[in-house]
């Protein structure tokens, strides 16, 4: 396999056009940690953009930051928290769950758009990209949005490039808003709730006036081994369910404890900080439950998106019918289950039950063999198919980018 790697812009301009002369599809990676996530795909070249690292500009006090996108998000996150600033998002880190090393890109974070827990309340990662600069499947550079919200032109454009997996540009550079981080943070813990008590909670806890900022529910298993960041919670085999709040202190504290008095006929409600709240969070964004090394690595993973009032229902459906295990995010808006393997991961099952509830699933891991019979993303229907495919076509023509990553050779 010919690995192209590239140093600047111009570079990238040149590895599009030789692809699109010799009819030659090209894999977009920075550092390959997400790799296992899409369609197998077809291709005899990897354009490698870890070569562009740099981090070009970051204006702590205009909350900015312009990198390249095969900047180790790592290391960027690392630049900002020098600061006491953060991405609000929550970019979700997939290396336990794939078992991968830690390898992640900035571009890689925005490419596949995964947010954590406070994604319900600061969006996710393209509500907060202001700017990008992007070699076409035409072999053009091009830039759109900018470095304020004011400089509307473009704006649009570049958030269409969040979620892509690359099927539509190759990423140069990004212009990313970062936040300050919290002074403080509080998390609610209540255990044994089942998922459905566990889903009530979680809707009160977030309709509340309080500015919850994560609502996760952790099911009891009897598989599952302790994990870090949630072992200090109590043991696997009973449930928690998390409720984040977040600030200056004075405020989080005030705002802990009167949530806490209002959940009470709920059950016991202990409050951990800081620190323990912290670890305990970044388990779910990271689903350190259904991590790779774990007793249940060789799982295949769905990721659910759903409205959080059906979450509860139906992940408690799903575990009874396949025996599988199930983590509840975003107040039960997100739904991670780990089922038992069989040939088709699950899908017809996981995709007629998802659609019933008004949701839709992503196969996130799975073997090789499943990912080439499954529709790893959701299928689309009819018109939402033909307006995407007008869109790939008018960014890249000749489906020279990722061909063939989000959409099943042979599928409908």
């Known amino acids: 396999m010919d690995v192209l790697k590239v140093r600047d812009a111009a570079d990238v301009e040149a590895a599009v056009r030789a692809a699109i002369a010799a009819e030659q599809p090209l894999e977009i990676i920075g550092h390959g940690s997400k790799r296992q996530i899409g369609q197998l795909m077809a291709t005899n070249a990897v354009l490698d953009l870890a070569g562009l690292n740099a981090v070009k500009s970051y204006e702590p006090n205009e909350l900015i930051v312009t990198v390249e996108a095969g900047a180790p998000l790592a290391d960027v996150m690392s630049l900002i928290d020098s600061k006491n600033q953060q991405f609000a998002f929550e970019p979700a880190d997939t290396a336990a769950l794939l078992g991968t090393p830690l390898l992640g890109t900035i571009g890689g974070m925005i490419a596949s758009g995964l947010a954590g827990p406070r994604r319900i309340r600061a969006g996710g990662a393209r509500d907060h990209l202001l700017g990008a600069h992007a070699v076409s499947g ?49 998390t609610l813990v ?36 302790e994990v870090s960041g949630l072992d200090g919670l109590g043991s696997p085999r009973e449930a928690i369910t998390l409720l984040r709040l977040e600030g200056i202190l004075a405020s989080a504290v005030h705002r802990a404890k009167a949530l806490a008095a209002g959940l009470a006929g709920s059950g016991t409600v202990e409050i951990v900080e800081d620190a323990a709240s912290l670890a305990a969070w970044s388990a779910v964004r990271d689903v350190l439950p259904f991590a790779a090394s ?63 509830a008004g949701g839709h699933a992503t196969l996130v891991r799975a073997s090789d063999a499943a990912r080439r019979e499954v529709d790893v993303f959701p299928p689309q229907a009819g018109g939402v198919a033909a307006l995407s495919e007008r869109l790939r076509t008018s960014f890249d023509p000749k489906h020279i980018l990722n061909r063939g990553r989000m959409i099943r050779k042979g599928a409908a």
């Open 294 to 356: 774990g007793p249940l690595g060789a799982r295949p993973v769905w990721r659910i998106v759903c409205p959080p009032a059906t979450g509860g229902a139906l992940g408690l459906g799903l575990a009874r019918e396949t025996g599988g295990e199930v983590v509840y995010d975003w107040g039960g808006g997100l739904i991670w289950a780990a089922l038992p393997p069989k040939a088709d991961a699950q899908a017809v099952l996981v995709r007629r039950r998802t659609a019933a």
């Open 190 to 225: 209540l255990r044994g709730l089942d998922d459905i008590a566990a889903n009530r909670v979680m809707t009160e806890a977030l309709t509340s006036p309080f500015d919850v900022t994560g609502a996760a529910h952790v099911p009891a298993s009897a598989l599952r081994a």
């Open 138 to 186: 035409f072999g053009e550079s091009f830039k759109t949005g900018g470095k304020v919200v004011k400089n509307v032109t473009g704006y649009d454009l570049c958030k269409l490039l969040a979620g892509s997996w690359g099927t539509l540009a190759v990423m140069t550079e990004v212009t990313l808003k970062v936040m300050p981080r919290p002074e403080a943070e509080r």
